[in-house]
C-alpha cells in the first residue's frame, strides 16, 4: 500500500518562502516520478511540478514561473517543493503523488485517492 505524507506548509505573507516535504513508502521511489498537486477552495486540483527521481529532471507549471524548485532524496524517499516569491494565488492544499506529462505539458498523476495534503496558506 503506497502511503504519501505531506508536511510543511503553513501561513506566510505575500514574497514569503515555504518548504514542503513528502515522505513516500510502500514503493520503489525511482521507478517513479514524483511531484506536487494543489487544489485551492472551489478549484481543480492541478499538477505544480514533477520530477524524474532517476536522473532530477524536473517540470513546473506555468505558474510556477522559477518561483519553485522541486528535489528528491531517492535514499531517503523524500521529495521537497521550495516555494519562494509566493502569492496569494498559491494558497490551496498541497499534496504529493506519483506524476506524469500530459501531451500539452501539464502535469497528471495516476492518483485517485488523497490524504491530507498539507495546507500553504498566502496572506496578501
Known amino acids: 500500500d503506497v502511503q504519501l505524507q505531506a508536511s510543511g506548509g503553513g501561513l506566510v505573507q505575500a514574497g514569503g518562502s515555504l518548504r514542503l516535504s513528502c515522505v513516500a513508502s510502500?514503493?520503489?521511489?525511482?521507478?517513479?516520478?514524483m511531484g506536487w498537486f494543489r487544489q485551492a477552495p472551489g478549484k481543480e486540483r492541478e499538477g505544480v511540478s514533477c520530477?524524474?527521481?532517476?536522473?532530477?529532471?524536473?517540470y513546473y507549471g506555468d505558474f510556477v514561473k522559477g518561483r519553485f524548485t522541486i528535489s528528491s532524496d531517492s535514499a531517503k524517499n523524500m521529495v521537497y517543493l521550495q516555494m519562494n516569491n509566493l502569492k496569494a494565488e498559491d494558497t490551496a492544499v498541497y499534496h504529493c503523488?506519483?506524476?506524469?506529462?500530459?501531451?500539452?505539458?501539464?502535469?497528471?498523476?495516476?492518483?485517485?485517492?488523497w490524504g491530507q495534503g498539507t495546507q500553504v496558506t498566502v496572506s496578501s
Open positions: 520530477i524524474e527521481n532517476s536522473d532530477g529532471t524536473a
Open positions: 510502500g514503493i520503489t521511489f525511482d521507478d517513479y516520478r
Open positions: 503523488a506519483d506524476c506524469h506529462l500530459n501531451w500539452d505539458s501539464s502535469i497528471l498523476t495516476l492518483r485517485t485517492s
